[in-house]
Structures are given as C-alpha cells and as structure tokens.
C-alpha cells in the first residue's frame, strides 16, 4: 500500500491534537531527531546499533531519533517511548535513573581520556546502573508494549494498517501473542482506558469519565442509569472514584478505576438511612452522568428527611458489624484496621442522628472520617 498519510510534521500535529482531547495532554518535552535514509546505516553504525533497527529512543536527554520520514518510528520512539517517559511514573523512573548515571559517569570521567572498556568497567561495578539493569528488564514488557500499541493506535489513525501488520508479520508468536492481547483489551475496553492499564497519567473531569464509562460498558447502559458522581482525589496516579446509582453498571475495581454501584432501589434505601458511604459522593461529588434534577433531590432529602430511630439503629447495626468484622483479622493487619476505622465511622454518625445532627457538611463529614472512609471502600467486602 502506498503511504498516502500527511507528511510528517502534519502527521505531528495531528497526532498532538488528538492526545490533547483524549487525554488532556501529548508529549510535551522529548525531542525529536530524524536523520537522513542514506546515512542512517552508518548512524546505527556509530551508536552500535542493530543497522535493521529503525529507531532509538535516549531516555536520558529524552531524544527521538528515527530515519526521515518513518512514521511507524515516529509512533513507536516519538509518542510511544516519548510519551511513556513523560506521562508514567515508571517511564519517569527510567528517565531519573539515567540522568543519574550520566551525571556520576561524567564525575568519574571529567578529566581523564577513557575507552568504552573504562565505561563498562565503571558500570559493573556501579550502583546506578545495577539498579537501572534490573529496572529496565523488569520494565521492559511494558516499555515495549505501549509502544508497539501506540504504533498500532496511531497507524489505524493515519491509514497505515498495513504497513503496521507488515513490520509485525515477522514476529515470533509469542511476542505475537502478547500484542493481540493488547490489541483485544483495546478492542473491548477503548482507547482512554488502555492508556490507563499502561499506567499513564490520569486528567479526570467529567467529561472524560463519561467517555470512559461508555467505552467500557457501551453507550446505552450509560444513558440509562440513574447517576454516576466523581469523588477522590482526581490525582494523575490515584485511582478515579466513582459512585453510581444504576440498575445497569456492575462495581470495578483495579490499579486506575474504582466504580462502587448501588442499584436503585439499594441506593434510594442507603439514602433513607444517612448511610456515611452514599451522604458524602451526594453531597461532595461531581456530577458525571443521569439526571442532574434527581441528584439535587437527594441532596434536599438529606437536608429535610426526619431521622428516624430505624435510621439511628441502621448506622449502629453497620457498625457493629464492621467492629466485629476486623477483630477476626490479625492485630496490625490493614484488614482489622479498616474494620475498626468503619466501625467508628458508622458509630459516630448513629450518634450524631440521635443527637439531631443530619452530618452533611464537609466539615462534619471530615469529623466522621467520611474520606478515609470513601477511600477504603468496599475494602471489606
Ligand atoms: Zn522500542
């Protein structure tokens, strides 16, 4: 197939464009290098590369260099490894590492003529670079893999499939199988969300939430549920928290999404009740997806609704329950902790409904340990 793609810095705008509405962001500061076709073989040459190699990438100054012109490169070293090092904590990692083996390299050698053999020497021998070692080979599925998935992605984008599947053709399939991995999770999860799995940043508003869920779950069982609200911290390396109230959403848990479901009836029960775990996202989370009318609803009803002794009773049964729930754990366990921390939390706020005291602003919540509380959630279960 002919590359009837848009040149190359065309190809770079585009691309950037596109991150920054996926995403919230693109490559930011790597750089990038192309050199000539024909002097590319003495380049590799030079650099003691493999002369089939069809890029590098130098995680100590973040360069891009490929042959002129090589989009799969582009993709692969420029916004795969590129954008891998800027926006994930263990592509930082790789970089922070090597910039500090190139500062004590250059300590070691500042003033000295030295061979390449010096080098080696000084890097057996060398701490940093003994745990750069072994961070690269523990890291190095996943380094390659988003690359070799971000060609993948950006080839599909720009209309060159085929070269794509023509450069893997002559994988082993073992590395073949690994790359339909990626593939299908991408298939069935979307795009937003395989950028999460490979632990790339997070930039959280509701408007990408929403995108995210509908990937995931598909576009009709967003619109039909009830409400879907954002809490925590919306941190790039903290999980996204979600609360929903949905008859058609199933609760997920993993490294970078945290969605707790409650269907309708179950959810309209908890509010009756001055539940801690449904009054703080009512209150203090960000509205995502449903109907916005029914969220200030909820919030009223906790404002106007009579506590009842059936209420009272609810939050000390809860707390009961959790007490004795984290005593079966081990002393100093996370698990007995958790168990404890939820058993005051739902004592606290029994306590407070008798006293009369609805523990609906921030300020009381945070008293009940409502954040900690939201945090840990499901913890138990
Ligand atoms: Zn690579």
């Known amino acids: 197939m002919e590359d009837e793609s848009p040149n190359l810095p065309k190809v770079i705008s585009l691309t950037n464009d596109y991150y920054q509405n996926l995403l919230g962001y693109s490559v930011q500061d790597t750089k990038l290098k192309s050199i000539k076709g024909e002097q590319w073989n003495s380049f590799c040459q030079k650099s003691n590369l493999n002369h089939n190699s069809s890029g590098i990438y130098l995680p ?33 990692k790789l970089v922070d590492l090597e910039k500090r083996l190139l500062e004590e390299e250059k300590l070691e050698f500042s003033n000295s003529r030295f061979t390449l053999d010096d080098i080696q020497r000084f890097r057996k021998r060398n701490q940093t670079f003994q745990e750069l070692d072994e961070f690269r080979k523990q890291n190095l599925g996943i380094y390659e893999g988003f690359a070799i998935w971000t060609e ?14 023509r450069k893997y053709d002559s994988l082993n399939l073992e590395n073949k199988a690994v790359i339909d991995e990626m593939i299908n999770f991408n298939k069935q999860y979307g795009n937003l969300a395989t950028f999460y799995e490979f632990g790339l940043a997070r930039k959280t508003t509701p408007e990408r939430v929403k995108k995210l869920l509908e990937d995931i779950y598909g576009k009709e069982a967003i619109n039909n549920s009830k409400l879907v609200l954002l809490t925590g911290s919306k941190k790039s390396f903290s999980d996204i928290d979600l609360f929903a109230s949905s008859n058609y959403l199933q609760s997920i848990k993993n490294s970078w999404l945290d969605l707790v479901v409650f269907d309708e009836k179950d959810f ?32 009223k009803q906790l404002e106007e609704q009579p506590i009842t002794e059936e209420a009272i009773q609810h939050n000390l049964k809860l707390s009961k329950e959790q007490e004795e729930l984290g005593l079966k754990y081990s002393r100093n366990s996370k698990e007995r902790q958790i168990g404890l921390s939820y058993g005051k939390t739902y004592l606290a706020n029994a306590l407070a409904l008798k006293n009369g005291k609805r523990p609906l602003t921030k300020e009381r919540l945070s008293n009940l340990q409502c954040k900690k509380f939201i945090e840990l959630k499901g913890g138990m279960k």
Do not use: M, W
């Open 268 to 299: 309209e029960k908890k509010v009756r009740l001055f539940e801690v775990q449904v009054i703080h996202p009512i209150i203090n989370g960000e509205f995502v997806i449903g109907d916005k009318n029914y969220l200030e609803q909820k919030r």
């Open 60 to 92: 100590r100054n973040k360069t891009a260099i490929i042959p002129k012109n090589n989009k799969l490169s582009l993709f692969h070293e420029y916004f795969g490894h590129g954008l891998y090092c800027e926006k994930s904590l263990s592509g930082r």
């Open 152 to 165: 993948f992605l950006l080839s599909g984008q720009f209309n060159l499939r085929e070269i794509f599947e």
